[in-house]
């Protein structure tokens, strides 16, 4: 159920985040409490290793070193993926192995790591219920507004690194996950967020949409050989699912990314046909509703599916250019939002937008797509979006 936590978390910062530029306060304090099955020992040495590597979705590796110009300042390389991030800290108290006191020094950082001022990271182990109970604190005076929603998500999937971590190293047994657990209440609760906005039997062809559509990612992946996390839905917004582990290559990312529209094409030609046979309305509605949903999901503005495609078609391409195309994008999905009054779009667009061009600068550290696959992919995204073209312009014509 990290999904739901991660939803409602990211939903509560955002909102404490402009609640606190509104209000001008800068400086804040984030606490989290992480349960940990393993010995404080274990615990301690993972916390102060000077290597360690935490494997998921996207590996992350941290080496650090002295430095020779002072006895308690430490640089360290945080390599996530292939993208190397420099850090910096000074340390003020240590207390083996019950915790230790820090500040993270904007000077030899990357700003992605200190994105504020006046930085102090804490934590404590305390020996708890077979386990460790690891409390961390991070109090900084913020000086960008996405630091005020990463620096407390950050700290929660830090400690659930660092604890899929001591766990591992003490043999205990994985933590079971019900993704079909999590699929049923994330669907409930979107439901009841459409039903809020439309009526009960429209919420569900939308809930149905969404389900193919999410069904067409999830078997694209199985058909390449990626791990199925699970399919989790969003409250007024949307689904996702999402990979167990990290894609091989870009044509394998495009593919993937191209499949939930396109197996929704399937149901989409059958509500048609079969209204068109029938003559009834709540058919056409759902090919209608169907055809506009992926139709509108296919625009080349990422985190839509479309703008995962161009990103995978423009990945042999120089990264320069990658970001200067996601930043037009961008600049247009934002007016098209602005324009329909789609503000939790607009929201979105802007929460992942220095994400959207820090990749392009970045690259995402895989095998480019190949030109007789960037043909096949750009081939099957325009049959896909003229398909649902028409369908619209001849249900609405």
Not at 18 to 24: E, K
Not at 246 to 259: D, I, Q, W, Y
């Amino acid at each position: 159920m990290s999904f739901l936590s991660d939803l409602f978390w990211s939903l509560y910062f955002l909102l404490r985040g402009l609640a606190d530029v509104v209000l001008r306060r800068r400086r804040r304090r984030y606490v989290s409490a992480t349960h940990i099955r393993a010995p404080r020992e274990v615990v301690w040495n993972a916390v102060t290793a000077s290597s360690i590597t935490f494997d998921g979705l996207v590996p992350i590796e941290i080496a650090t070193d002295p430095s020779p110009d002072s006895s308690n300042v430490y640089t360290a390389n945080v390599r996530v993926g292939d993208a190397d991030i420099p850090m910096a800290y000074r340390e003020i108290e240590r207390r083996p192995p019950e915790g230790l006191v820090i500040e993270m020094l904007k000077e030899g950082s990357d700003p992605s790591v200190v994105p504020g001022s006046d930085y102090f990271f804490a934590c404590t182990l305390k020996e708890k219920d077979r386990g460790t109970e690891l409390t961390s604190v991070h109090e900084i005076t913020h000086e960008t507004f996405m630091g005020r929603i990463l620096v407390p998500l950050g700290a929660r999937q830090n400690g659930r690194r660092l604890r899929a971590y001591c766990e591992a190293e003490v043999g205990a047994p994985p933590r079971s996950t019900n993704k079909y657990l999590a699929a049923f209440v994330t669907g409930a609760l979107t439901y009841a967020s459409f039903s809020y906005l439309f009526d009960g039997v429209f919420a569900a062809y939308l809930l149905l949409i969404l389900l193919i559509h999410e069904a067409g990612h999830a078997i694209a992946m199985r058909w390449v050989g990626l791990p199925v996390q699970g399919i989790y839905f969003v409250p007024f917004m949307g689904g996702v699912a999402v990979a167990a582990a990290p894609h091989e290559n870009e044509s394998e990312r495009g593919f993937v990314a191209l499949m939930g529209p396109g197996l929704s094409l399937i149901p989409t030609a059958l509500f048609l046909l079969a209204g068109a046979l029938t003559g009834e309305h709540a058919l056409n509605q759902l090919a209608l509703v169907s055809a506009i949903l992926n139709g509108f999901n296919l625009a080349p503005v990422l985190p839509l599916d479309g703008g995962h495609v161009m990103e995978s078609a423009l990945s042999g391409a120089d990264p320069e250019l990658v970001s200067i195309v996601n930043v037009l994008a961008l600049i247009v999905g934002l007016g098209v939002a602005l324009h329909f009054q789609l503000y939790g779009l607009m929201a979105l667009l802007l929460l992942v937008s220095p994400l959207m061009i820090n990749v392009g600068r970045k690259g995402r550290g895989m095998d480019p797509i190949t030109p007789a696959g960037r043909n096949w992919l750009v081939a099957g995204y325009l049959a896909t979006v003229a398909f649902y073209v028409a369908v619209v312009t001849h249900l609405l014509g």
